[in-house]
């Protein structure tokens, strides 16, 4: 949402930036976007207290849950960061002692599967994400093309979970769509991690069978600098349990869980016509 120029700071001055005109939408390297002013209060409130992280997230995973229809969910500190988490949960489970051996992979399910097409970059490859948990990256297919029978052929014994990258910078062709991707990867029981972070749509890939859905909070919801996991409750609970581990250097300050949680209460009472219509 545009700020009001009549409230507007004079902290790119007193910092000696450069003034932004932005035609290029919610990029991470324009600063993402304007946060909403909910969860500039938010924040604002949250900053000069104590609070229990864990019992904050409680709160997070219920204001997820309540806005993608997921069981649970947890914030972390960017939408790469809920890919390596995710990945690494799927890994591990909520066994500590594995938790802790990442990026050890040795003795686990450690390949992950990804359309060739999906391989791409938003200012780091997106495989490179997936490696960072130990994972050892498969990927499927030819970038322009991906049949059923080779996703299947390379879900296999070794397969800890699958990748599906929804971006504008994958390629917008001859790839495997969602539902069916799905399907073939929960026949042979592996969990589809779906990469959603500009998506607008909060509900949508879970319902299409994702079964763990990874959003920017700084982006389209206009939150401040935070990622937001969201999914059944074993997943997310081996995916936070990474804070133990490897998520350690990925974790979120109390003003990023509480001003995720308004924004995404926001979200529910935004004017999403108008804003599209603005933005057009």
């Not at 990258?165 to 495997?176: A, F, I, N, P």
Request: aromatic share 4%.
């Amino acid at each position: 949402m545009p700020a009001d120029p009549a409230n507007r700071s004079d902290i790119r001055r007193r910092l000696g930036l450069r003034p932004i005109i932005n035609v290029s939408g919610t990029m991470t390297a324009l600063g993402a976007s304007i946060v909403v002013p909910e969860a500039v209060r938010a924040v604002a409130d949250i900053l000069p207290e104590f609070v229990e992280i864990t019992d904050l997230q409680r709160k997070a995973s219920a204001a997820i849950a309540k806005a993608t229809g997921a069981e649970a969910g947890f914030v972390t500190a960017s939408a790469s960061a809920g890919i390596t988490l995710s990945v690494a949960g799927c890994m591990t489970g909520a066994d500590l002692g594995r938790i802790e051996q990442l990026p050890d992979a040795t003795g686990k399910k450690q390949e992950v599967v990804i359309q060739l097409g999906h391989m791409v970059g938003y200012g780091a490859p997106v495989e490179q994400a997936i490696r960072l948990a130990g994972a050892t990256v498969v990927p499927v297919g030819q970038a322009t093309e991906v049949r059923p029978y080779q996703l299947a052929h390379r879900v296999a014994e070794r397969t800890a979970a699958a990748v599906y990258v929804v971006s504008h910078h994958c390629v917008g062709y001859g790839q495997l769509p969602r539902g069916q991707f799905a399907t073939i990867c929960h026949e042979k029981g592996v969990p589809v991690i779906a990469d959603l972070a500009s998506e607008y749509d909060l509900q949508g890939f879970l319902a299409a069978g994702a079964d763990v859905a990874v959003y920017s909070a700084h982006k389209f919801l206009g939150g401040p600098t935070a990622g937001i996991v969201a999914g059944p409750k074993a997943l997310i609970r081996a995916a936070f349990l990474q804070n133990c581990g490897i998520g350690r250097g990925m974790k979120v300050g109390k003003e990023g869980v509480a001003g995720t949680i308004a924004a995404l209460d926001a979200w529910a009472e935004r004017d999403h016509a108008g804003v599209r219509a603005i933005e057009s």
